[in-house]
């Protein structure tokens, strides 16, 4: 990715464009580059960020959506933001649900795609193996509807993650943090104009998962993109994007 990751404050985090803030989450494996398609198309309308989630660095006795979403909530306000609208991929939509329901205040709108907060089947039902790059190459593979879409880089960079002893256990943490929170009695709390963009193919979170979103939180638009797994931004950037482009025109009447 050719953008610049600036450093403060003990943060890392890419920052493009001008205009209302648009704060972008990754996902437990993700990576500031899968938000690749939507910096190019919307960093001349918004003032883009993207903090890198410390889910590599965090205690592992402290590895989990608390910790998360109090490193998000200190970057909103060492950064002094406001009207902003929140997206989240996978295990970032889960932090930016959490997110939104506490500091409500300061979140304009959300989007949510492939999120977790109801339902996950993570990596495909099992967690990381180390030292075993077969099996990590499929696990991987698993999250996508074409396998092509993703580079061997990639997969390398996933596989050298986990092959750290600490790094491996942290991501369990939080994975396993992320199955217990369920969210489903709280939905109901978010008001602000909501996305959902689903891949109809979604292996981790089904289908029926963004169904369930669309039915638990007021004010929600549903979007499924076909041929698509869990991360639409990454697979169909172009259809993901004019979706997006739609809800951001007309948030509320979309």
Wanted: with cysteine.
């Amino acid at each position: 990715m050719n953008y610049q990751i600036k450093e403060r404050n003990g943060y890392r985090y890419v920052d493009e464009g001008e205009g209302e803030v648009m704060m972008l989450l990754h996902g437990l494996f993700g990576a500031l580059s899968n938000w690749e398609g939507v910096i190019e198309r919307f960093k001349h309308q918004y003032r883009i960020l993207i903090p890198m989630l410390p889910v590599y660095e965090m205690p592992v006795r402290k590895a989990g959506l608390d910790g998360l979403h109090a490193f998000v909530k200190r970057f909103v306000d060492d950064m002094g933001l406001k009207e902003i609208t929140v997206m989240g991929n996978s295990l970032g939509g889960h932090v930016g649900l959490i997110y939104t329901i506490s500091d409500q205040h300061l979140v304009k709108q959300l989007i949510l795609t492939g999120s977790s907060g109801l339902f996950e089947n993570s990596m495909g039902g099992s967690f990381p193996k180390r030292g075993n790059y077969e099996y990590i190459k499929e696990r991987v593979e698993y999250t996508f509807y074409d396998p092509a879409t993703i580079s061997k880089e990639y997969i390398d960079e996933i596989f050298e993650t986990v092959s750290s002893i600490p790094k491996c256990m942290s991501i369990v943490a939080i994975a396993k943090s992320a199955q217990r929170h369920n969210m489903a009695d709280e939905l109901h709390l978010i008001k602000v104009p909501t996305l959902l963009v689903w891949g109809l193919n979604d292996t981790i979170t089904p289908p029926i998962v963004a169904h369930d979103f669309h039915r638990l939180i007021p004010n929600t638009t549903l979007r499924f993109i076909d041929h698509c797994c869990h991360a639409p931004m990454m697979e169909q950037p172009e259809k993901f994007n004019d979706i997006l482009a739609e809800f951001l025109e007309e948030p509320s009447l979309v």
